[in-house]
């Protein structure tokens, strides 16, 4: 597999290049396909992936067999990029892709010796792990006080806006109902709620068409407050450019 070009990861993008330039001899480009899982909970991280294009959400799994998803990642961040804590930090969630795409992959040993030499790197770190947790408190806050039917769209928005435009999602209702932590009657129910307000124009073979304008005024604020915040924390950024990352003081506690 050849060396991928940076520009496709947000946090990769934004590395000076003589800091990328540490990372860049390692870096492979990957496939993420549908429904695989990257990084398991309870494991050891072998590999950090800065995708380029995709999806993945974080899912948390309860003893009982049911899950609920807590994050979602695409371009914007990394996976695996905590194993800098140190070689016996496990993975408390478990990462699976949910939207298919490519991602730049290095080894959490070769990655571990650039963050260590790199200021730039761990900048981009600490960005990213404040985009984590942003979405971890607002997720959790819109579990808690907004209805199914609006969380069902902040996710399909949120998949949605790293699709590349693509109004149709391959996700089936099996996918919705471990994304949401509801069983699959729940699903059905709030899709035909959805499918009432245009807001999703079909359901079929595991695709879900959507309607983003309508799609946004069915959710609720949590979602521009979510993609303001990872766009604050990590901004778009040329290659070559030197990082210029929000500050934990101008996030409001973020």
């Known amino acids: 597999m050849g060396r991928p070009a940076s520009a496709g990861n947000r946090l990769l993008a934004a590395l000076p290049l003589a800091d990328l330039a540490l990372l860049a001899p390692h870096l492979q480009k990957v496939s993420l396909e549908q429904d695989a899982v990257v990084i398991r909970a309870g494991d050891r991280r072998e590999n950090v992936y800065f995708p380029h294009s995709g999806a993945i959400s974080f899912m948390l799994g309860l003893p009982n067999g049911e899950t609920i998803a807590t994050a979602v990642i695409g ?3 990394a ?7 140190g070689p016996s930090f496990m993975s408390s969630v478990t990462a699976v892709v949910r939207v298919g795409g490519t991602a730049s992959q290095i080894s959490v040993s070769r990655f571990h010796a650039a963050y260590m030499k790199s200021g730039a790197i761990r900048h981009v770190v600490e960005a990213h792990t404040r985009s984590i947790l942003m979405q971890f408190q607002h997720v959790s806050a819109c579990n808690g006080l907004h209805s199914v039917e609006a ?15 693509n109004n149709t999602l391959p996700l089936t209702q099996e996918t919705l109902s471990q994304l949401l932590g509801v069983r699959r009657t729940t699903v059905t129910q709030v899709i035909a709620k959805l499918r009432a307000l245009g807001a999703i124009k079909s359901v079929r073979r595991g695709l879900v068409e959507i309607d983003r304008a309508r799609l946004e005024e069915a959710t609720c604020e949590c979602y521009d407050i979510i993609r303001g915040a990872t766009d604050r924390i990590v901004p778009h950024e040329v290659v070559g450019s030197h990082p ?4 934990a003081d101008n996030l409001h506690g973020v």
Do not use: P, Q
Request: proline share 0%.
């Open 75 to 77: 371009c914007e961040g």
């Open 79 to 85: 996976i695996g990029a905590l194993s800098v804590l």
């Open 151 to 165: 969380r069902m769209a902040r996710w399909l928005l949120h998949l949605h806006d790293r699709t590349e435009d």
């Open 244 to 247: 210029h990352f929000a500050s």
